[in-house]
C-alpha cells in the first residue's frame, strides 16, 4: 500500500467511526419531544455491520443485514470523503433471508482503494434510511505488486465465544492490523453443534466468560438457530472491524452444520439433537451459510457451489475447493478401487481443479483447502473423517489425490501450494515423493494454521502416504486449551512483485511470527521476474 493510500486509509477510518466503533454506526438519537431524547427505532439497523468478499479485478460482493424488511442501497467512491459517489440500489432484504442482501459491484477500476458505504431503505416508508456504515477495499489487481493475503478457519468453537474481559476475538484486530488484500476463511466458521455458556473453566483454573444469546445456548437445529451462530460472531466488535476492511473468501467444512457430517452420520444417540434427519440439518445449515457468506453465487445450475477462483493478476490464482459437499459417506477408507465410495472432492469438482490448475497462467496456484492432506483425522474409532488413513499405500478417498497429483506432473504445474486449518494448531508440511508410498507426484508444501478463537489440540498423526515431512508445527501440551493460552493461529503469505518470491509466516494471537519460510517459484508457464513491475 503505497503512503498516499495509508493517508485515505485513515483519514476514510477517521470520518467513519471505524477506529471506535467496529465498523457499526451507532443508531442516531430524535427530538420526541422539546427536552426529550429517544431512540429513533423507526429506522432500520446494520447491528451485523457489512462484509466485502470475493474481490476482483473489477468487482467486489457488499454483504449487509437490515433489522426488518428493507432495500439494499450502496456507494462507493475513490474517495474516502465520497465526494463523487456511485450509487447502486440494492436487492431487497426480506424475511426469506433473514433479512440479509448482497450486491455485487461491478466495473470497478482494478487495483485501486474502493470506499463503500451501505444504508438500508425501509419498506414501510421510502424516506426512512438507516444511519451508513462505511468500509473499504482494495481491486485485484491486473499488473504486478505486492501481494499479502492471510488465511486461518475455526470460530467460536468448544464453547470459547465473545469474552470481552478478554477483549473479545481479538486475534481479527491482530489480522486487520495486517492490511491485507484479503483473507480465506478456511472453514468452520461457526460451531453450530457447540453451545457456548456464559462460564467456561479452562487452563490453570481459569474462568473464561462468553457473552451468550438464545441461539448459541444449545446445538442448532432450526433454521433460525443457525443464523443465529453467524450473528453471534458478527456481535464482536474486531470481527465487525475486520469485515469492514478485510475482503473475504469463505469456505466451510463440518461445523457449519454438525462435527464430521457426511452421509453415514446419525444422531439417534445424541440426546443433544430432537431432529435427527442430518440431511434436514446439512440443508438448514446451507441456506445458513449462504445467506451469511459475503460470496459470490455460482449460477442457476448449482447456486450453493462453493468451489471457485479468484485471480490476483498473474502472480496469483486462488483454487478455493470443497472437500465436504461432495463426499460419499465416512468409512474405514480402505477401499483399493476408486469409486462412488471413495468421493471426496467429487468426480466434477476434480476435473475443474485440474482445468483450473492447468489453464493458470499465474505464478502461484494456491488451493485453499478446507482439510490437510497427510494428517490424521478419525471419525470414532473406525471411520476416517479425512482423506488420511494411516501409513501405508493408497487407499479409498486417498485414491483421489494420487489422480490430482499425477495430473499435476504429468502436466508439468508448478508453484502448487496448498493452504487449509482444522486441526487447531499451525504447521508447515513438505510433501517428499522420496519418502512417500505413493511416488509419481511433484514435491509441494502445505501451511496449516487455526484456530482463530476456539480450542487448540493437536498435534494429529501423519500419513506416510504422500511422504509429508513436519517442518514446523507448534500445538498445546493438553487438548482443548482456551485462547487464554495464545495458541491461536493465522498464517499470512507476502508474494514479492520483483522476484515473485512467496513468504509464509505462522503468527499467533497477537499477531507475532512464530514459523517463516520463503518460497521461491520455479520458472515455468506464467513466471517472468519482474514482468511490468514499477516504483522499484
Same mark, same amino acid.
Given at each position: ?83 463523487? +459517489? ?50 473499504? @477495499? ?25 469474552? +470481552? =474481559? @478478554? ?39 481459569? !474462568?473464561?466468560?462468553? !457473552?451468550?444469546? =438464545? ?10 438457530? @443457525? ?21 473475504? !473468501? ?40 449462504? =445467506? ?191 485462547? @487464554? ?35 521461491? +517459484? ?9 514482468? =511490468?513491475?514499477?516504483?522499484?
Amino acid at each position: 500500500m503505497s503512503e498516499q493510500d495509508k493517508k485515505s486509509r485513515r483519514r476514510f477510518l477517521q470520518s467513519s467511526g471505524l477506529l471506535l466503533a467496529g465498523g457499526v454506526v451507532a443508531p442516531r438519537f430524535a427530538r420526541s419531544a422539546p427536552g426529550i431524547i429517544t431512540l429513533d427505532s423507526a429506522r432500520p439497523r446494520l447491528e451485523q455491520g457489512i462484509q466485502i468478499g470475493d474481490v476482483q479485478c473489477h468487482g467486489a460482493m457488499i454483504w449487509s443485514r437490515s433489522d426488518r424488511p428493507a432495500r439494499m442501497l450502496v456507494e462507493y467512491d475513490l474517495s474516502p470523503d465520497f465526494e463523487r +459517489p456511485v450509487r447502486m440500489r440494492g436487492p431487497y432484504a426480506l424475511e426469506t433471508s433473514d433479512f440479509t442482501a448482497r450486491l455485487d459491484l461491478r466495473q470497478l477500476p482494478s487495483d485501486r482503494e474502493i470506499f463503500v458505504r451501505v444504508q438500508f431503505q425501509d419498506l414501510s416508508n421510502d424516506r426512512i434510511l438507516s444511519e451508513p456504515v462505511t468500509g473499504r @477495499f482494495v481491486t485485484a489487481p491486473r499488473r504486478r505488486r505486492d501481494i499479502r493475503f492471510l488465511w486461518s478457519g475455526d470460530t467460536a468453537g468448544q464453547g470459547w465465544g465473545i469474552n +470481552p =474481559e @478478554f477483549g473479545g476475538m481479538k486475534i481479527y484486530e491482530a489480522m486487520r492490523q495486517e492490511q491485507p488484500d484479503f483473507f480465506i476463511h478456511c472453514g468452520d466458521n461457526i460451531y453450530a453443534d457447540g453451545p457456548i455458556s456464559e462460564y467456561q473453566q479452562a487452563e490453570n483454573g481459569q !474462568i473464561w466468560h462468553n !457473552i451468550v444469546t =438464545e441461539e448459541v445456548s444449545k446445538v442448532a437445529e432450526t433454521l433460525g438457530e @443457525f443464523r443465529g451462530r453467524y450473528k453471534y460472531n458478527m456481535l464482536d466488535e474486531n470481527v465487525r472491524r475486520f469485515n469492514a476492511e478485510v475482503p473475504q !473468501i469463505w469456505q466451510w467444512d463440518d461445523h457449519e452444520v454438525v462435527n464430521n457430517w457426511s452421509d453415514s452420520k446419525d444422531l439417534s444417540n445424541d440426546d443433544r439433537y430432537t431432529e435427527k434427519n442430518v440431511p434436514t440439518l446439512i440443508a438448514r445449515g446451507a441456506k445458513a451459510f449462504m =445467506e451469511y457468506a459475503p460470496m459470490r453465487p455460482h449460477d442457476s445450475s448449482e447456486s450453493e457451489r462453493v468451489y471457485r477462483k479468484i485471480s490476483y493478476g498473474d502472480l496469483l490464482d486462488v483454487i478455493v475447493i470443497d472437500m465436504r459437499s461432495y463426499r460419499a459417506a465416512n468409512s474405514a477408507n480402505d477401499q483399493t478401487e476408486q469409486s462412488a465410495e471413495t468421493a471426496f472432492l467429487g468426480e466434477e469438482q476434480l476435473a475443474w481443479i485440474k482445468h483450473q490448475l492447468a489453464h493458470s497462467k499465474a505464478v502461484w496456484k494456491v488451493i485453499a483447502s478446507d482439510m490437510p492432506i497427510g494428517l490424521v483425522v478419525r471419525d470414532g474409532a473406525e471411520k476416517f473423517e479425512n482423506l488420511a488413513n494411516g501409513d501405508g499405500p493408497a487407499q479409498g478417498r486417498e485414491l483421489e489425490m494420487v489422480d490430482l497429483l499425477r495430473y499435476i506432473k504429468r502436466k508439468h504445474i508448478k508453484n502448487v501450494v496448498w493452504f487449509t486449518a482444522d486441526v487447531h494448531y499451525c504447521a508447515a508440511h513438505f510433501y517428499d515423493p522420496n519418502q512417500a508410498q505413493f511416488q509419481d507426484f511433484l514435491p509441494f508444501w502445505e501451511f496449516v494454521s487455526g484456530p482463530l478463537n476456539a480450542g487448540s489440540f493437536g498435534p494429529n498423526q501423519l500419513d506416510n502416504t504422500f511422504g509429508p515431512r513436519v517442518e514446523f508445527e507448534l500445538a498445546p501440551d493438553t487438548p482443548n486449551q482456551s485462547p @487464554f493460552a495464545g495458541l491461536q493461529f493465522y498464517g499470512q503469505v507476502d508474494i514479492d512483485a520483483y522476484s515473485a518470491d512467496m513468504t509464509v509466516t505462522l503468527k499467533d494471537i497477537d499477531g507475532k511470527p512464530v514459523y517463516s519460510k520463503t518460497l521461491e +517459484p520455479e520458472r515455468g508457464r506464467g513466471w517472468h521476474k519482474g514482468w =511490468e513491475h514499477k516504483d522499484r
